[in-house]
């Protein structure tokens, strides 16, 4: 079974330009999220994801974060502009509504510079 | 809201050594209790659950026992590895729901 696709593995870029990152979840699963892991940190939820509906974003910085899951499946997530402080490694995971174990992808590191 | 606090590291090691991390949870009800593992490089895996009060949860050696007495998630290896080196997290399901809520992690270094 394909795990959780994540690309890019790594970014660097210059604070206020912008970002996308991109996850494609295990087939079937339902349930996908995204979360932020700052360095010594455990990852903290930004979104998750039911199909292509929003089930909860209260931790997503809104003013300058973004995330769709258009047809229910690949998701992408936007930062503009970027800040320093935006660096972290990006996570994303998906779970089945049966079984509800997440599976997470490898992440993508973004580094604001 | 639901959480779990970690011991801080790093834990450092020789290989066999006896490994001990620790984790308590505060929780509303008796909510599932797992410990993920990431590797360097590579994503976050799970490598143990519990789902219930008493339950014990194994995988490659490792352990972890769910204590409701003293809120407790222990993961214990009684002879680790080189191989076992990496950063572990002790996570709940927050808010009834199956979205994974994590400690701050623990390194791990195993020395030869």
């Known amino acids: 079974e394909a795990g959780v696709a994540q690309s890019p593995r790594y970014k660097i870029i210059e604070k206020r330009q912008s970002v996308a990152f991109w996850c494609n979840p295990i087939s079937g699963h339902a349930t996908l999220y995204w979360y932020q892991q700052i360095l010594g940190q455990g990852p903290k939820l930004l979104i998750q994801f039911q199909n292509n509906g929003v089930v909860d974003d209260s931790q997503l910085p809104k003013d300058r974060f973004s995330a769709e899951r258009l047809k229910g499946v690949d998701s992408t997530l936007k930062i503009q502009p970027a800040k320093l402080e935006d660096s972290a490694v990006y996570l994303c995971?998906?779970?089945?509504?049966?079984?509800?174990?997440?599976?997470f992808g490898q992440g993508t590191r973004l580094t604001v510079v | 809201g639901d959480s779990v606090t970690q011991m801080e590291g790093p834990v450092t090691l020789s290989e066999e050594a006896f490994l001990t991390i620790n984790c308590t949870y505060t929780?509303?009800?008796?909510?599932?209790l797992f410990w993920y593992v990431q590797y360097p490089g590579e994503g976050l895996q799970l490598l143990l659950k519990a789902t219930k009060a008493d339950d014990k949860g194994s995988n490659k050696g490792f352990e972890a026992t769910y204590r409701k007495e003293t809120t407790s998630f222990h993961l214990e290896k009684g002879s680790v590895q080189v191989s076992d080196s990496a950063v572990y997290f002790c996570?709940?399901?927050?808010?009834?729901?199956?979205?994974?809520?994590f400690g701050r992690g623990t390194s791990l270094i195993v020395h030869p």
């Open positions: 996570a709940l399901p927050s808010g009834g729901s199956y979205i994974p809520t």
């Open positions: 929780a509303t009800g008796y909510p599932s």
């Open positions: 995971a998906s779970s089945s509504l049966k079984t509800g174990e997440a599976f």
